[in-house]
């Protein structure tokens, strides 16, 4: 097993350049997440999947779209980057309710 | 609302020393989980223990050990005899049970440990 990869592991944008970071697991996880990791604030919840065609907003949601057509992926678009989404990104998985497997983490950098 | 804290920013203690890292936690739902995880140097995010509202018996795992108080709302974390490779950011998070499939895990804030020789 995998686990959980994502891609890229780097990134360097410029403002208002759109990309999408990747997230599959091999786990046959329901549930799916994406959170950003910002220096003093742990970690905080962007959007989240419960199964395949069902999507929801986190904590901080602005910014970011999310679309689950398959169990496996979850990937997460920026639309439109701004320096203030220059962070540590991390997609995670579980088994309903219980603890999350996190990916490596990419680290988007925008100029 | 959910509330995880973890009030030691940055702990700091000599090889071979005991070290407990505190979280207290916030919520109005009865059922829940604790989570403890590490993040080392690398950056990836490790779990470490799963703690259900229920079940309020600590835990040991080697020189892990996990000490659960629904009473003062806290689940803190011992390491025992710490090591150089202990060093990491400790992540201490909560999971509501009520809300089913759908529950948010919510996080603390970390507390960076150093552990040096």
């Known amino acids: 097993n995998a686990g959980v990869t994502q891609t890229p592991k780097f990134q360097v944008l410029k403002t208002g350049q759109s990309m999408t970071l990747q997230c599959a697991q091999d786990m046959n996880h329901e549930y799916m997440s994406w959170y950003r990791q910002d220096p003093g604030m742990g970690l905080r919840l962007i959007h989240y999947s419960v199964g395949a065609g069902i999507t929801d907003q986190g904590e901080v949601p602005n910014g970011y779209n999310v679309s689950r057509s398959t169990t496996e992926d979850f990937p997460l678009r920026l639309l439109s980057a701004a320096p203030s989404q220059t962070s540590v990104y991390f997609c995670a998985s579980s088994y309903g309710a219980n603890e999350q497997f996190f990916g490596p983490g990419t680290r988007l950098t925008v100029l | 609302a959910q509330k995880v804290t973890q009030a030691q920013t940055e702990i700091s203690v000599v090889e071979k020393e005991d070290v407990t890292l505190d979280c207290v936690y916030e919520t109005r739902d009865t059922t829940y989980y604790l989570f403890w995880y590490k993040q080392p140097p690398s950056g990836e995010l490790v779990f470490l223990i799963r703690?259900?509202?229920?079940?309020?018996q600590n835990e040991i795992s080697g020189r892990y050990s996990w000490n659960f108080q629904k009473s003062t709302s806290s689940f803190n974390f011992t390491i025992t005899a710490s090591q150089v490779v202990d060093s990491a950011v400790y992540f201490c998070?909560?999971?509501?049970?009520?809300?089913?499939?759908?529950?948010?895990?919510?996080f603390g804030t970390g507390t960076r440990l150093q552990v040096t020789l």
């Open positions: 998070a909560l999971r509501d049970l009520n809300t089913g499939t759908a529950s948010k895990l919510t």
């Open positions: 703690r259900n509202s229920f079940d309020e």
